[in-house]
């Protein structure tokens, strides 16, 4: 069992950055895809990003271009930087570890102010 545990939110305006972090721990020995969801008030949870081991990376079309996933496999850790922030950003994002998703962690709430 994996257990992940998601920071790095918060309160932005428009056309500002975050970095989210979330940390792997239990059964992560081998873990392989990593990735990153969102859910908006009223809306369904979305895929946002995944990256693989090897470093393969798949965005949602509406942050291609502003986002970066990444990942620290030595320290079971997967990032998401987000740049040029809008207010339809504005979600719970949650860590998935491994990807396709088994549970969910409690997530981090990322508001962006027009």
């Known amino acids: 069992q994996v257990q992940v545990v998601e920071s790095g939110g918060g309160l932005v305006q428009a056309g500002g950055s975050l970095r989210l972090s979330c940390a792997a721990s239990?059964?992560?020995?081998?873990?392989?895809?990593m990735a990153w969801y969102r859910q908006a008030p009223g809306k369904q949870r979305e895929l946002v990003a995944i990256i693989t081991r090897s470093g393969s990376l798949t965005y949602a079309d509406s942050v291609k271009g502003r986002f970066t996933i990444s990942r620290d496999n030595a320290k079971n850790t997967v990032y998401l930087q987000m740049t040029s922030l809008k207010p339809e950003d504005t979600a719970v994002y949650y860590c998935v570890a491994p990807w396709p998703p088994r549970s969910w962690g409690r997530g981090t709430q990322v508001t962006v102010s027009s």
């Open positions: 239990g059964s992560s020995a081998s873990i392989n895809a």
